[in-house]
């Protein structure tokens, strides 16, 4: 294993790091991220980055500072533990059973929000409310979006509060 010496960081001490093995994994943020049924543009845009940064990020062996891992933490809603990896260990079985339950949950919003018949609406409201009743925090999960989140008439896109430079409306010739 390769070390570095801190000291030459101004961290003071001069005793030496390890850094880990090049290839192993790091952190698990992928595997969480869909686990919870999380988009790489959700999580883009709730810590503020591009999509690339994301992808980067997520390379399991992408060494990361840990207010980065808090960030993540934060928005993915789960213990940091959740995020590192440990020696061959699998995601705990409480993330795991939560993750199961917040899909399912968006799965009966969604088909809540499209179902005609009074009968299902009925049936698909009883399996909310024992959903709710196992975990009441899931009262904030929404349904499955078909294709993206929609916004309403008065809403304006991301592409409107851009701003453009002047020279956007120049004529170039080439």
């Not at 686990?35 to 997520?58: F, K, P, Y």
């Not at 990896?85 to 917040?102: C, G, H, K, N």
């Not at 609406?121 to 993206?148: F, K």
């Amino acid at each position: 294993m390769s070390t570095i010496d801190i000291s030459s960081l101004g961290a003071g001490g001069g005793f030496d790091v390890p850094l880990p093995p090049s290839g192993r994994p790091l952190h698990r943020l992928a595997q969480v991220r869909r686990q919870q049924g999380v988009s790489r543009r959700t999580i883009a845009r709730r810590l503020n980055i591009d999509a690339a940064a994301i992808r980067q990020q997520e390379l399991e062996t992408s060494d990361m500072t840990l207010s980065q891992l808090y960030r993540w933490q934060t928005v993915l809603d789960v213990p940091i533990s959740e995020l590192l990896v440990e020696a061959d260990e699998a995601i705990s079985p409480p993330l795991l059973l939560r993750a199961q339950l917040v899909r399912l949950m968006k799965s009966a919003l969604a088909i809540k929000g499209n179902v005609k018949q009074e009968s299902v609406r009925r049936m698909v409201q009883t399996i909310i409310d024992q959903l709710l009743d196992m975990m009441p925090e899931l009262s904030g999960v929404g349904p499955w979006h078909a294709v993206g989140k929609r916004r309403r008439l008065d809403e304006l896109g991301v592409a409107a509060e851009r701003r453009l430079s002047a020279d956007v409306f120049l004529d170039r010739e080439d």
